[in-house]
């Protein structure tokens, strides 16, 4: 079966340092693989998303992450976190594209001043 | 364009009655997920519509969960009667249907919070 670990429930990092969320899956194939993120009161939003191709992926508000097809991992990274980057981040993997998403259980992100 | 809408927002419940929850999706979405996160765990699949019908409902924990799409627009899922362990965040997502040519990508409300009491 499908599964996705985040092994970090907390982190804290201070504003302009860099950052990287680890997450690992445990698939069969190479899986669709997702980063969203919650702020308070929102809805998930996708940061980025891996189909295929490049395994460097750019997303939005200056997050990237790489797909490491020998370590089933897809870290997600910001060179330089600003304080509204605070909130929960999520990776998630589909079988296909439509498919059901399977998430991991999240990493909360404090940014201290 | 407005995004998937979720209401109520919150809904807190006695336990053995009945709640129903909303979601309306991304208009010309046929793609429509339910999701659900109980506290401190992870966010669980529980049924995906295609249009009105269900295309997979593996993730659904019993038969107080009734989950319906009328016409393929909005859906409801209705739990009844309510028990204290169904409490969490409810989320729908909505997607394209990926033949139209587009990457299909989950687009999540703001979810339901769902208290049991």
């Known amino acids: 079966a499908q599964s996705v670990t985040q092994p970090d429930i907390h982190i804290t990092v201070s504003e302009g340092a860099s950052l990287e969320l680890r997450c690992n899956y445990s698939?069969?194939?190479?899986?669709?693989l997702f980063w969203y993120v919650q702020s308070p009161g929102q809805g998930l939003q996708l940061l980025l998303k891996y189909f295929s191709g490049d395994t460097l992926v750019q997303g939005i508000k200056g997050f990237e992450a790489e797909f490491k097809r020998s370590q089933s991992s897809f870290n997600l990274r910001k060179p330089s976190v600003h304080w509204s980057d605070a909130a929960e981040y999520f990776c998630a993997v589909a079988r296909s594209q439509g498919g059901k998403l399977i998430f991991g259980q999240g990493t909360e992100l404090s940014v201290k001043p | 364009e407005a995004g998937v809408t979720q209401f109520p927002s919150h809904s807190v419940i006695e336990k053995g009655q009945t709640v129903t929850l909303r979601c309306d999706p991304i208009s010309g979405h046929d793609n429509l997920y339910w999701y659900r996160r109980v506290m401190g765990k992870e966010i669980k699949f529980l049924l995906h519509?295609?249009?009105?019908?269900?295309?997979?409902e593996s993730g659904m924990p019993n038969n107080r969960f009734l989950a319906e799409r009328t016409g393929g627009t909005y859906s409801t899922l209705k739990v009844q009667p309510a028990e204290l362990e169904d409490s969490g965040v409810y989320f729908c997502?909505?997607?394209?249907?990926?033949?139209?040519?587009?990457?299909?990508?989950?687009?999540f409300g703001a979810g339901t919070r769902l208290s049991v009491l």
């Open positions: 698939y069969g194939a190479t899986p669709y």
């Open positions: 997502a909505s997607s394209q249907d990926r033949l139209a040519g587009v990457a299909n990508i989950q687009y």
């Open positions: 519509f295609v249009k009105e019908s269900k295309q997979d």
